[in-house]
């Protein structure tokens, strides 16, 4: 089935180490996203790329940063975890057919900061 | 005001019964109008989407959307135990730049 994988599904990482969450995608879709999402929270939009277009939300912190090396693959680092970036973690996609398309989510990475 | 309103729950309510979810919203721009159903620990699953005003019925799954009054619902007949999740509405423009614009989620207890 044509899908949208995020590994690892759970992360532990310490105050102030690196992390890398990766997202993945067999739907072929031309634009991938990042979200994130806190306990009783909406998803809060972090990038999106159309293709490698990378885009940048405003208020998206520094310390977070996205790269996209291939149409399948998007992956988001942390450089910096602080306790205030626990949250899940979600990566969607969508076709890119010049207007409105349904985005497909993948099932979430959460990432515990101790 | 925030853009997107919805009542955090949880909302309890026995099984069979009909279920009324709904949200308000202020941007007259938005076309789109989308729920996700969200089980615990799980990403966001697309339900339906409707477009500009009207309804639309998959399963025991209605949407309506009333843009006069920037109101929309989500209607569960027949309420199963398996329904319990958070449901998110959601909405945008038609444009392909337009973000999609969340609300916090409603909590659904499905009792047995």
């Known amino acids: 089935d044509a899908m949208v994988i995020q590994n690892p599904r759970y992360q532990v990482t310490q105050f102030g180490k690196p992390v890398t969450l990766s997202c993945s995608q067999t739907?072929?879709?031309?634009?991938m996203y990042w979200y994130q999402q806190k306990s009783s929270q909406a998803p809060k939009l972090l990038f999106h790329y159309y293709d490698k277009d990378f885009n940048n939300e405003a208020d998206t912190p520094d310390n977070f940063q996205s790269r996209r090396p291939n149409t399948s693959f998007c992956f988001l680092d942390i450089r910096s975890p602080g306790l205030g970036d626990a949250a899940m973690y979600l990566c969607?996609?969508?076709?890119?057919?010049?207007?409105?398309?349904?985005?497909?989510f993948g099932p979430g990475t959460r990432l515990l900061v101790l | 005001q925030k853009e997107v309103e919805q009542d955090p729950g949880p909302l309890s309510v026995p099984e069979g019964a009909i279920v009324s979810l709904n949200c308000t919203y202020s941007n007259s721009a938005f076309q789109y109008f989308m729920w996700y159903r969200q089980y615990s620990r799980k990403g966001p699953e697309l339900l339906m989407y409707?477009?500009?005003?009207g309804n639309k019925e998959d399963g025991r799954f209605t949407a309506q959307v009333d843009k006069s009054s920037k109101y929309i619902s989500l209607f569960i007949r027949d309420s199963q135990p398996s329904d319990s999740a958070t449901y998110l509405c959601a909405m945008s423009g038609s444009s392909r730049d337009d973000k999609i614009i969340f609300g916090k989620g409603t909590r659904l207890h499905i009792l047995p």
């Open positions: 739907l072929n879709h031309n634009v």
């Open positions: 409707t477009y500009s005003s």
């Open positions: 969607a996609t969508s076709r890119d057919d010049g207007g409105w398309e349904t985005q497909y």
